[in-house]
């Protein structure tokens, strides 16, 4: 009797480790199943003992089913990996590795499992991570910073340019010394508004804390900027029209007042003599839409991606003689984001273009 009582306590204790190891089991499970970044476990004979949905996804094998000694050969046909898969095994070491796939950037971490006392590799675990968001920022910040020094760099070298030939005295009559004086102005105020712009975009980059917003009317924007604007589009014999109701939003008002400007001054800029600006605010349903069109030279079509780049600029030849940075519709795209609106676009080459921003009412 006492010898059944043994087995009966020991098969309770079993079935309790059995139950504890489930738990285990379906927790590290669930965990893993859950997880953003792809998960891999294999043994020593590279036989997948495990592998969670965004492993499947990211490797592009989402139909991959998980029975009992498949090879991690049947999962990734990728060189690269099976070659820092074996590299992680054999020579018991951690390794990263990135690769981009389908415009996508990931990182593999491949780190060993290890016995507890030999410290020989019996695994290994893949980990994937989504990088995308990294590699573009940082693509973004190089090709910013090359693009900064360069427009930094060329007004620059035009003021130094004929600063010295004035100081060399190979310029010598009043009215060339007026005209290469008017140059370097000119350049001076360019490179002033460069910065002006530079630091904008960084600040809005930066965003905007709650305190910074009110509630602001935007046709008293649209009227504003209007007003604004009015001298400079009759110095270039353009019309202005505004037409706005009452439209109310939660933003930073100078932030709202730089993407107004920013729309109306490119309408202006690059329209053609005689030509109109029409600015209008109106409300639909339970969104607030901006739009400002123009009646000037259009966007030709191989350029309309891209015109919301930081320094990306159609005309550079024009953008020069109006004083362009090419960071207006950068700072609008930014603003608009900010407050989660959305940019659309509609251009004709040679007829003109409107751009449309919508937010949410609160």
């Keep these: 009797e006492s010898l059944s009582l043994k087995i009966r306590e020991q098969k309770i204790k079993i079935n309790q480790y059995i139950d504890e190891l489930k738990h285990e089991r379906d927790t590290i499970g669930l965990i893993t199943e859950n997880m953003k970044e792809g998960f891999i476990l294999i043994n020593k004979n590279r036989q997948i003992l495990s592998i969670n949905t965004s492993g499947k996804h990211m490797i592009g094998n989402e139909k991959f089913d998980l029975r009992p000694s498949r090879n991690i050969l049947e999962l990734i046909r990728n060189s690269e990996i099976l070659q820092q898969v074996e590299n992680s095994i054999e020579k018991n070491i951690h390794t990263i590795h990135d690769i981009k796939k389908d415009g996508r950037y990931l990182r593999y971490y491949f780190s060993p499992v290890k016995e507890q006392y030999s410290l020989k590799a019996t695994g290994l675990l893949i980990l994937i991570e989504d990088i995308t968001n990294q590699k573009n920022a940082e693509i973004m910040r190089r090709e910013f910073s090359a693009n900064v020094s360069h427009e930094l760099k060329t007004p620059l070298t035009t003021i130094i340019g004929f600063a010295e030939m004035i100081k060399e005295g190979l310029i010598t009559d009043s009215d060339s010394i007026r005209k290469y004086c008017g140059m370097i102005n000119n350049e001076g105020l360019r490179l002033i508004a460069l910065i002006e712009d530079i630091m904008r975009l960084s600040r809005i980059e930066e965003g905007v804390s709650h305190e910074e917003n009110s509630n602001i009317n935007l046709k008293e924007i649209a009227e504003e900027t209007a007003a604004l604007l009015s001298h400079k589009a009759g ?86 003689e109006t004083g362009g940075t090419g960071l207006g519709l950068s700072i609008v795209k930014h603003i608009s984001e900010l407050y989660n609106g959305k940019v659309e676009l509609k251009t004709k080459e040679d007829e003109g273009t409107e751009i449309t921003v919508k937010f949410n009412c609160f």
């Excluded at 891209?306 to 159609?314: D, H, K, L, N, Q």
Aim: charged share 30%; glycine share 6%.
């Design 235 to 320: 110095e270039l014999n353009i019309h202005l029209e505004v037409d706005a109701v009452d439209a109310f939003i939660k933003a930073n008002r100078n932030y709202m007042s730089e993407l107004m400007y920013n729309l109306v001054d490119n309408g202006i800029k690059y329209n053609k003599s005689g030509g109109s600006v029409f600015i209008s605010v109106k409300k639909d349903g339970r969104q607030i839409i901006i739009s400002v069109s123009d009646t000037g030279v259009g966007i030709p079509e191989e350029y309309r991606d891209r015109i919301f780049e930081r320094f990306y600029r159609v005309d550079k030849s024009r953008s020069k």
